[in-house]
């Protein structure tokens, strides 16, 4: 047992030693806080005040003069909304996901199982109290902390890189600790997670602990693939069998954070470690190759596995400089080691692949802005730097040594012409330099721009229309340009000579805030040129699959979303789009989507329960890989007994094996696969939380560690 995973359990029974050892607690109960808090601040009011919550809050209360309070729960607002949880949403909320999802904003996609929050397929932006947030730190954050949660969709301020952010505001402490713990066990596959958190509270200052485990062990054989292979000459047709195929996992976090807060400033660092590991496991899979009328059937073997370890250390600082200004600065260093280790073998074919990789990270973030009236300012300047360097053995003996940089300057105006109508306006550009040893530099100044009008002329009704210009930074391992066997006919190979991706957006859409029902009307164009897709080429009579960026895509959404309060106990949340998919250049085809996505969210007491569903979808993703996904719904049912909350529920049941078909089609190869996924198939899962406040009620903070680790390794 290595000493990571001695530590876990030692920290399972010290929590568990905990709970027995609990003999006294003061039975006096604390009279119940504020039910409901409505911060409505005048513009010279927020110029003024300085405390550390209104620290948190300044950058999203530009526009809070502007105000309309619907149904003690929704505060419009000219750059967004807040929503304020109700009571009863909190205590049976176990995270922050949990908390998101209740409060049905229309739009946003929460896969509370996965941990992602989206809307229309792009990732949320999400920060606790003005600072970042990821996974971890949703997962271990205590819902009763929370006092609002603000959505902005005209970003300015620290907020002017996000399209659409979340900002979650949690009450302060000055003394007193807490603890708590989660565990979540699936049933019908192996799957276990643990979090767990103690925090302690000494005047302005909090020293916090964080600690957790994900475990997976599984059965996940089952997919299907055929594969068409056009060489000059000669055609090869090839199917496969996935027979068996075991699933292991073990990842582990830690995490120590300091913070202290003033009237005029807040401080913060965080050093956590990540490690993960996938012990060394084997598909195997049955093969039929017909080349050209020869047929053969062989025995597939692909062995691999990887461990990667993940040291973090991130400090930041937020001041108010004066009447209306504040600056916020955040630094980021991290390093990763990675290795990772591949044996595929098919017949007398075989090829190893062995990597270790050191791959260091340093971002920095600087926001300046300044209210003056009706008027704000801001300015934010980002760079993110990434250097790996990489040994390859086996079949191949290659060193690689890889380096880019991103840099952000954009400045925003942002102005309150009257009650109704409000500009904002951003304009910077992008700096853009990435280098495989081996390859061209390249080196690129890209525009970014945007601009958005909002039209209110009605007190529950909100026109808006936006116009962007931007760029997508590819992924580090499409650029790597080490060729990987795949099979006898086949290898993978990254292209380090791809072009920026532009992005241009334009996009109309209509709120409507009445008493029991909000929804929104949507009409966008998105225009990607020079997107990144797949592209097949014969090289020495073999295929090689790479990337290619001489492709662009039109795309056009017709969109509803709605919330509807059917009753105080009884809410639906509801989608409804239309999406047209169009490539041309490289890839030339198209496709329409329909999605629909229902909610539904009953209360009682101590009680709830939810239901979900998605139908199914045959779409063309921006990669040009087209899919058909399957019906997909989910129940659970969620019971509050004091400081334990119980949630039970599953996913798909009763539904018989779902498999994800994908295809892809080139001029010299193409694929037909059907995946099979233990997690997607009929499952259930039992979730037990608990909480604990010793001294005076304390909020803690999030867990600002991540499970996810970069890594350029061409896998």
Same mark, same amino acid.
């Given at each position: 047992?290595?000493?990571?995973?001695?530590?876990?359990?030692?920290? &399972?029974?010290?929590?568990?030693?905990? +709970?027995?050892? *609990?003999?006294?607690? @003061?039975? /006096?109960? !604390?009279?119940?806080? #504020?039910?409901?808090?409505?911060?409505?601040?005048?513009?010279?009011?927020?110029?003024?005040?300085?405390?550390?919550?209104?620290?948190?809050?300044?950058?999203?209360?530009?526009?809070?003069?502007?105000?309309?309070?619907?149904?003690?729960?929704?505060?419009?607002?000219?750059?967004?909304?807040?929503?304020?949880?109700?009571?009863?949403?909190?205590?049976?909320?176990?995270?922050?996901?949990?908390?998101?999802?209740?409060?049905?904003?229309?739009?946003?996609?929460?896969?509370?199982?996965?941990?992602?929050?989206?809307?229309?397929?792009?990732?949320?932006?999400?920060?606790?109290?003005?600072?970042?947030?990821?996974?971890?730190?949703?997962?271990?954050? &205590?819902?009763?902390?929370?006092?609002? +949660?603000?959505? *902005?969709?005209?970003? @300015?301020? /620290?907020? !002017?890189?996000?399209? #659409?952010?979340?900002?979650?505001?949690?009450?302060?402490?000055?003394?007193?600790?807490?603890?708590?713990?989660?565990?979540?066990?699936?049933?019908?596959?192996?799957?276990?997670?643990?979090?767990?958190?103690?925090?302690?509270?000494?005047?302005?200052?909090?020293?916090?602990?964080?600690?957790?485990?994900?475990?997976?062990?599984?059965?996940?054989?089952?997919?299907?693939?055929?594969?068409?292979?056009?060489?000059?000459?000669?055609?090869?047709?090839?199917?496969?069998?996935?027979?068996?195929?075991?699933?292991?996992?073990?990842?582990?976090?830690?995490?120590?954070?300091?913070?202290?807060?003033?009237?005029?400033?807040?401080?913060?660092?965080?050093?956590?470690?990540?490690?993960?590991?996938?012990?060394?496991?084997?598909?195997?899979?049955?093969?039929?190759?017909?080349?050209?009328?020869?047929?053969?059937?062989?025995?597939?073997?692909?062995?691999?596995?990887?461990?990667?370890?993940?040291?973090?250390?991130?400090?930041?600082?937020?001041?108010?400089?004066?009447?209306?200004?504040?600056?916020?600065?955040?630094?980021?260093?991290?390093?990763?080691?990675?290795?990772?280790?591949?044996?595929?073998?098919?017949?007398?074919?075989?090829?190893?692949?062995?990597?270790?990789?050191?791959?260091?990270?340093?971002?920095?973030?600087?926001?300046?802005?300044?209210?003056?009236?009706?008027?704000?300012?801001?300015?934010?300047?980002?760079?993110?730097?990434?250097?790996?360097?990489?040994?390859?053995?086996?079949?191949?003996?290659?060193?690689?040594?890889?380096?880019?940089?991103?840099?952000?300057?954009?400045?925003?105006?942002?102005?309150?012409?009257?009650?109704?109508?409000?500009?904002?306006?951003?304009?910077?550009?992008?700096?853009?330099?990435?280098?495989?040893?081996?390859?061209?530099?390249?080196?690129?100044?890209?525009?970014?721009?945007?601009?958005?009008?909002?039209?209110?002329?009605?007190?529950?009704?909100?026109?808006?229309?936006?116009?962007?210009?931007?760029?997508?930074?590819?992924?580090?391992?499409?650029?790597?340009?080490?060729?990987?066997?795949?099979?006898?006919?086949?290898?993978?190979?990254?292209?380090?000579?791809?072009?920026?991706?532009?992005?241009?957006?334009?996009?109309?859409?209509?709120?409507?805030?009445?008493?029991?029902?909000?929804?929104?009307?949507?009409?966008?164009?998105?225009?990607?040129?020079?997107?990144?897709?797949?592209?097949?080429?014969?090289?020495?009579?073999?295929?090689?699959?790479?990337?290619?960026?001489?492709?662009?895509?039109?795309?056009?959404?017709?969109?509803?979303?709605?919330?509807?309060?059917?009753?105080?106990?009884?809410?639906?949340?509801?989608?409804?789009?239309?999406?047209?998919?169009?490539?041309?250049?490289?890839?030339?085809?198209?496709?329409?989507?329909?999605?629909?996505?229902?909610?539904?969210?009953?209360?009682?007491?101590?009680?709830?329960?939810?239901?979900?569903?998605?139908?199914?979808?045959?779409?063309l993703e921006n990669t040009g890989i087209e899919e058909k996904d399957f019906f997909r719904w989910g129940i659970n049912a969620k019971y509050n007994i004091g400081r334990w909350l119980l949630e039970v529920g599953g996913n798909n049941l009763f539904s018989p094996r779902n498999y994800l078909k994908s295809t892809y089609s080139d001029i010299y190869y193409g694929y037909t696969r059907s995946t099979f996924d233990k997690m997607e198939q009929a499952n259930a899962y039992l979730k037990v939380a608990w909480?604990?406040?010793?001294?005076?009620?304390?909020?803690?903070?999030?867990?600002?560690?991540?499970?996810?680790?970069?890594?350029?390794?061409?896998?």
């Amino acid at each position: 047992m290595n000493r990571l995973s001695l530590f876990f359990s030692i920290f &399972k029974m010290f929590i568990a030693q905990l +709970i027995a050892n *609990i003999k006294y607690i @003061s039975s /006096k109960k !604390i009279m119940a806080a #504020v039910a409901m808090l409505f911060v409505v601040v005048s513009d010279a009011d927020a110029q003024q005040q300085g405390d550390s919550l209104r620290l948190h809050m300044e950058d999203s209360t530009f526009t809070l003069s502007a105000v309309e309070i619907k149904a003690d729960k929704i505060i419009k607002k000219n750059d967004g909304m807040t929503i304020i949880p109700q009571k009863g949403q909190l205590k049976l909320s176990t995270d922050g996901y949990d908390v998101i999802y209740g409060i049905m904003i229309p739009g946003l996609d929460v896969d509370r199982r996965s941990g992602s929050v989206t809307r229309l397929g792009q990732k949320v932006a999400i920060y606790i109290n003005g600072e970042k947030a990821n996974d971890a730190e949703l997962r271990n954050i &205590k819902p009763s902390s929370i006092v609002r +949660i603000d959505y *902005i969709d005209i970003p @300015s301020g /620290k907020f !002017i890189n996000d399209p #659409v952010s979340l900002n979650i505001i949690t009450r302060t402490s000055t003394s007193g600790a807490y603890y708590a713990f989660d565990d979540t066990q699936y049933i019908g596959y192996m799957r276990n997670t643990f979090n767990a958190t103690a925090q302690w509270n000494l005047e302005h200052s909090k020293i916090s602990l964080f600690a957790g485990n994900d475990l997976s062990n599984f059965g996940n054989a089952g997919s299907h693939e055929w594969e068409n292979y056009a060489f000059p000459g000669r055609s090869i047709l090839r199917s496969t069998d996935i027979l068996g195929n075991r699933y292991k996992n073990n990842n582990q976090y830690l995490q120590l954070n300091v913070t202290k807060s003033a009237r005029t400033y807040n401080l913060g660092v965080k050093v956590s470690m990540v490690r993960n590991e996938d012990p060394f496991q084997v598909i195997s899979g049955k093969v039929t190759v017909d080349d050209s009328g020869d047929k053969t059937s062989r025995i597939l073997s692909d062995g691999s596995s990887s461990r990667s370890f993940y040291p973090e250390v991130n400090a930041f600082g937020n001041f108010i400089l004066g009447r209306g200004q504040m600056l916020s600065v955040n630094v980021d260093f991290s390093y990763g080691n990675n290795r990772y280790g591949g044996d595929i073998q098919e017949e007398d074919y075989r090829f190893l692949s062995n990597v270790k990789e050191d791959i260091w990270q340093w971002k920095n973030f600087v926001s300046y802005s300044k209210m003056v009236k009706t008027q704000k300012f801001s300015l934010l300047m980002t760079d993110n730097y990434t250097r790996s360097n990489a040994r390859y053995t086996g079949s191949i003996d290659l060193g690689q040594r890889f380096y880019s940089n991103e840099g952000i300057l954009q400045a925003g105006y942002m102005n309150n012409f009257s009650k109704s109508l409000i500009l904002n306006l951003q304009a910077g550009s992008s700096w853009l330099l990435y280098r495989l040893e081996g390859a061209v530099k390249t080196s690129k100044l890209l525009p970014r721009a945007s601009v958005t009008l909002r039209y209110t002329p009605f007190k529950s009704h909100v026109f808006t229309l936006n116009a962007n210009v931007g760029n997508s930074f590819p992924t580090l391992n499409t650029f790597n340009q080490v060729s990987l066997g795949r099979n006898p006919f086949l290898q993978h190979r990254g292209n380090a000579e791809q072009n920026i991706t532009r992005i241009y957006n334009v996009g109309l859409a209509y709120n409507a805030f009445l008493k029991n029902f909000n929804y929104q009307l949507m009409l966008i164009n998105n225009t990607y040129m020079h997107l990144a897709v797949p592209r097949f080429v014969v090289e020495d009579n073999v295929m090689v699959s790479t990337y290619t960026s001489d492709a662009d895509l039109h795309q056009y959404l017709a969109v509803f979303f709605g919330t509807w309060n059917i009753t105080s106990a009884l809410a639906l949340k509801s989608e409804l789009a239309y999406i047209h998919n169009d490539f041309n250049g490289y890839l030339d085809k198209n496709k329409d989507t329909w999605r629909v996505r229902l909610d539904v969210t009953y209360t009682y007491k101590n009680m709830m329960l939810n239901v979900y569903g998605k139908m199914k979808e045959n779409r063309l993703e921006n990669t040009g890989i087209e899919e058909k996904d399957f019906f997909r719904w989910g129940i659970n049912a969620k019971y509050n007994i004091g400081r334990w909350l119980l949630e039970v529920g599953g996913n798909n049941l009763f539904s018989p094996r779902n498999y994800l078909k994908s295809t892809y089609s080139d001029i010299y190869y193409g694929y037909t696969r059907s995946t099979f996924d233990k997690m997607e198939q009929a499952n259930a899962y039992l979730k037990v939380a608990w909480r604990l406040n010793v001294g005076k009620k304390v909020n803690p903070e999030g867990n600002n560690s991540s499970r996810i680790y970069p890594s350029s390794i061409m896998k």
